[in-house]
């Protein structure tokens, strides 16, 4: 059989020697390999399947650009063309990610309803990852530990007991939960396309797939609040403005028909000089009414101008497959470990810890 060797510096590695030394010890190899892989069937079984649901959509992009820089040129020398004004959205595709993992926007989804594929009823979005992502039993020790630790640094536990949810001051259990939905909900962006791809998962893929839908429609609402808030502003101002104009001129109007029908058949030039007057006031209070009418309808185009449009690219579908390891393939990996275990044991441990022994007891 030929000898594979590989030098390293001036040592050399046999490698052929070193396959040998491990397989003459078979019954040793196959032991460390039902060891692990007893471990491995352990570990895959506690671990639950997991499905990914995925979104994608295309945000209308916000044109500054050429027109922006020509407004700018001309409104040095005097000119207005239009344009926007200066206008420049804080909100862009790239921190949108941010927007997805902010608490404000992952505990509003506490209170969304889901029902899994074997429910007969539906419950909180809370609820389900409360009481549906099983903890794997090697970890109960941990968590015991950090409790008791934890009633014993803070012993006030009234915090557990409000009710509702306070976005500044989660609870414990408030706090875990939201860790999982911001592990769980990712968002990436294609900075070339500025395509966003909204993934969500879930041990269940009904429940990946309503998730990701409410996300995905959710982030267009923020969006839209977003850029449209400034418009939206003007648009109520507008409005409150029109109803004042609107009642003063009704108030005029009023006013002087009740005059106009008291004297109808008064030819004093006092009474006429009153007519005229309160004519001329329903006059310059119907051109006020009309120009915030005007006013109204331009906002409300503002406001129109102003929303995003979205594409849809790829709706949230049911995952038909898990996307998590497959148990099979977890088991092939602890037998590995069990086989490169057995390797480090023969060729090194073993022999080191017996030197050990025997320097310690000469």
């Known amino acids: 059989m030929k000898e594979y060797t590989i030098n390293q510096g001036n040592h050399e590695i046999d490698l052929v020697g070193m396959a040998k030394k491990v397989l003459a010890e078979k ?45 700018d040129l001309a409104g040095m020398v005097g000119l207005d063309i239009g344009g926007n004004n200066g206008s420049v959205d804080a909100i ?49 020790p941990s968590l015991w530990l950090k409790s008791a630790i ?38 990436q962006i294609n900075k070339g396309t500025n395509i966003i791809y909204i993934s969500v998962e879930d041990v269940d893929p009904f429940v990946s797939a309503a998730i990701a839908d409410t996300v995905q429609k959710r982030l267009q609402e923020y969006i839209i609040r977003y850029r449209t808030q400034k418009a939206r502003i003007d648009l109520e101002y507008a409005l409150a403005i029109n109803r004042e ?23 004093l030039s006092a009474y006429r000089t009153k007519e005229s007057a309160l004519e001329n006031a329903v006059d310059l209070r119907f051109t006020t009414f009309s120009q915030t009418t ?17 594409t849809v690219i790829q709706e949230a579908c049911v995952p038909l497959k898990a996307s998590s ?30 030197k050990y022994r025997k320097q310690k007891l000469s």
């Open 27 to 71: 019954k040793l190899l196959g032991y460390f390999m039902l060891v692990f892989a007893c471990i491995g069937v352990i570990y895959a079984l506690n671990q639950q399947k997991t499905y990914t649901a995925t979104v994608s959509l295309a945000p209308e992009a916000s044109g500054m650009g050429m027109s922006a820089s020509l407004s």
């Open 92 to 140: 862009y595709p790239e921190i949108y990610p941010e927007v997805l993992a902010s608490s404000k926007f992952l505990v509003e989804l506490f209170d969304i309803q889901v029902k899994m594929k074997d429910d007969s009823a539906p419950k909180s979005y809370y609820s389900h990852i409360k009481e549906d992502i099983k903890i794997p039993f090697w970890q109960y």
């Open 150 to 187: 934890e009633k014993v640094m803070d012993k006030d536990q009234t915090d557990h007991k409000q009710k509702g949810i306070n976005l500044h001051h989660l609870t414990k259990e408030q706090s875990s939960i939201f860790e999982t939905l911001r592990n769980n909900i990712g968002c």
């Open 245 to 267: 104009a609107e009642a003063a001129y009704i108030k005029a109007r009023d006013e002087y028909a009740h005059f106009s029908d008291a004297h109808t058949n008064n030819v």
């Open 294 to 310: 005007a006013q109204v309808q331009k906002a409300q185009a503002k406001v129109q101008e102003r929303t995003p449009a979205f």
């Open 325 to 354: 390891i497959p148990r099979s393939f977890m088991v092939i990996i602890f037998i590995i470990i069990g086989i490169a275990s057995d390797s480090l044991w023969v060729l090194y441990l073993r022999d080191f810890i017996g």
